[in-house]
Every structure is written in C-alpha cells, then in structure tokens.
T-cell receptor, first 111, second 114 residues
C-alpha cells in the first residue's frame, strides 16, 4: 500500500503560471521528499524537507510541510514546458531507510 | 559520475517464462532498492539491500520473485515464472547511508508479459 496521496491527480497550466501540488500522508514521518518523473524515465530527486522544517526553497521550487495536518505542498513558480512530468511525494519514517511514494500528480505545462 | 544503470530497458516475454533484471548502483552507495511501478502509480518497494544483506524483503512475492546482491554491488531481480500481472516497470535505486539522503533511480526496465 502507498503512504501518500497527491492532489490533484492531473494538472494542466499555461507556461509561466505557477503549479501547486499537494500531498497527504498517514503516519509520522522523519522527512518528506519530492521527486519528478519524466515519461519513460526514472525518478529524479527534487527536494527534501525534514519533519522539523516548515518551508524550504530550491530555485523555482517551494515546499511546505504541516506535520499537524500530515500534508505537504510543492509549488513550482514560473512554469516551463520542460516541467511537464509526474511529481511524487515520498515519506520516510524515523529509523527507517525506506521511502513510501504517493500516487503522483501528472503536470502538463502548455507552451 | 555515472548514474544507476539498469538493463535491459525493455523486455517482452510469454507468461510462465523466467526473466531477470540487472542493476548497477552508483559507486559507493551501500543501500540498493528494487521497486515495482504500475502504470499511473508511484513506485512500491520490493526489497532493500544494505551492502549484500537483504534487510527488508517483506513486499517481495517470494513464491516467484528472487533477488541477490553478490559482493554488495550489482544486483539481479528474477521472476520465475512470470505472470500477466507482473507487467510493470521495475526500478532500481541506490543511496548512501544516513537519514536524510535522497535516492538515485535508474531508468527502469519495462516488462511486458504476454
């Protein structure tokens, strides 16, 4: 079974707009990570946020974490056509080295 | 630095045939994972290795799936016999130790069972 659920399942926006994806999870975590997967490719790590952090930035990415609500969001600003991909959140529990992935959000950025 | 290498990239077999997937992790990465990814879903863990030891294989269907990581480097995942429901992408990932380290994924092997 998968730990997280992403929302929305699919998102289509115009180039230059911002994209927001949400992730909800079920159990206590040590950290939460976001990955991108282009069609037919493996996953690429984007950003990691620890359970004691509330917000983190990396380039055009902004991640928030609310452990009280067991949720996270990924914001991609000024989207580009190259951002078209599936985005997955993944959680890791304390003392565990495994990641549990959500169902993913399919993002399409229209040029 | 070379990434995680997997082969073959694609495999088509008849049901009841055996199949094997190979993974070469990033040099120095002690931890190796095999995942199964169904279409439209996120990866699901099959097995995790710490060096040559399989420390978590609770999700591996042991009646038909087996894996090995001899010498704690390369790894092979085998299915024998394959069933129609095994059609999926099989991903390999590796990481260094520690609690806050990312996993590096290979491109995966897309298996089609006819």
């Amino acid at each position: 079974s998968q730990q997280g659920e992403e929302d929305p399942q699919a998102l289509s926006i115009q180039e230059g707009e911002n994209a927001t994806m949400n992730c909800s999870y079920k159990t206590s975590i040590n950290n939460l990570q976001w990955y991108r997967q282009n069609s037919g490719r493996g996953l690429v790590h984007l950003i990691l946020i620890r359970s004691n952090e509330r917000e983190k930035h990396s380039g055009r990415l902004r991640v928030t974490l609310d452990t009280s609500k067991k949720s996270s969001s990924l914001l991609i600003t000024a989207s580009r056509a190259a951002d078209t991909a599936s985005y997955f959140c993944a959680t890791s529990s304390a003392g565990a080295n495994n990641l549990f992935f959500g169902t993913g959000t399919r993002l399409t950025v229209i040029p | 630095e070379a990434g995680v290498v997997q082969s073959p990239r694609y495999k088509i077999i008849e049901k009841k045939q055996p199949v094997a997937f190979w993974c070469n992790p990033i040099s120095g990465h002690n931890t190796l994972y095999w995942y199964l990814q169904n279409l439209g879903q996120g990866p699901e863990l099959l097995i995790r290795y710490e060096n040559e030891e399989a420390v978590d294989d609770s999700q591996l269907p042991k009646d038909r799936f087996s894996a090995e990581r001899l010498k704690g480097v390369d790894s092979t995942l085998k299915i024998q016999p394959a069933e129609l429901g095994d059609s999926a992408v099989y991903l390999c990932a590796s990481r260094v130790g520690g609690n806050y380290n990312e996993q590096f994924f290979g491109p995966g092997t897309r298996l089609t069972v006819l």
